[in-house]
T-cell receptor
Framework: NAGVMQNPRHLVRRRGQEARLRCSPM?????VYWYRQLPEEGLKFMVY????????ESGMPKERFSAEFPKEGPSILRIQQVVRGDSAAYFC????????????FGQGTRLTVV | DAKTTQPTSMDCAEGRAANLPCNHS???????VYWYRQIHSQGPQYIIH???NNETNEMASLIITEDRKSSTLILPHATLRDTAVYYC???????????FGSGTRLLVRP
């Protein structure tokens, strides 16, 4: 049973470009969460999605960031017009229900904006 | 903001028990105590959680004080692979949002 798969593991973008981060939840999991970890800081909740629905995006920056979890395919975190401050590790987690005790995290995508 | 306070760092010798404390003096009656850890640059890993009673699983034990204002995570026989940042989180079981603080950086020495 494969765990939560994130790709790419490392992503380098120039300022102003778009970054697309993908997350495939564990088999049978229909809840996906995205977290961001700035250098030397703890993880911060960004968004909670179920299939085709955004349940809670209270942690998402108001501009340039969006997330989706389509009926088919992985969840996507999209960052438009990236800036240096977007450089961070982005972690995805999934769970079968909204029980965080069963939240399994992926290995993360490390975004570097140059 | 995190509702917990933890020491910034700790160390222990390999093979010995590692006892990681956490204060959560404002915990409410329906909030659980969760522990996660993050090994260098990897995604967080769930360890254990509890409400009132002490809990044990294959990874660790969780001791919660009677007044629930503090708890201790115990790794009974620490190994070098247990070197990580350990996060103590309090939250309602129905809540999906994990609020990570700064955690405790545990270094297991050979």
């Amino acid at each position: 049973n494969a765990g939560v798969m994130q790709n790419p593991r490392h992503l380098v973008r120039r300022r102003g470009q778009e970054a697309r981060l993908r997350c495939s939840p564990m088999k049978g999991h229909s809840h996906v969460y995205w977290y961001r970890q700035l250098p030397e800081e703890g993880l911060k909740f960004m968004v909670y999605l179920q299939k085709e629905n955004i349940i809670d995006e209270s942690g998402m920056p108001k501009e340039r960031f969006s997330a989706e979890f389509p009926k088919e395919g992985p969840s996507i975190l999209r960052i438009q017009q990236v800036v240096r401050g977007d450089s961070a590790a982005y972690f995805c987690a999934s769970s079968p229900l909204d029980l965080k005790a069963e939240a399994f995290f992926g290995q993360g995508t490390r975004l570097t904006v140059v | 903001d995190a509702k917990t306070t933890q020491p910034t760092s700790m160390d222990c010798a390999e093979g010995r028990a590692a006892n990681l404390p956490c204060n959560h003096s404002t915990i409410s009656g329906n909030e659980y105590v969760y522990w996660y850890r993050q090994i260098h640059s990897q995604g967080p890993q769930y360890i254990i959680h509890g409400l009132k009673n002490n809990e044990t699983n294959e990874m660790a034990s969780l001791i919660i004080t009677e007044d629930r204002k503090s708890s201790t995570l115990i790794l009974p026989h620490a190994t070098l692979r247990d070197t990580a940042v350990y996060y103590c989180i309090v939250s309602e079981d129905s809540s999906y949002k994990l609020i990570f603080g700064s955690g405790t950086r545990l270094l297991v020495r050979p």
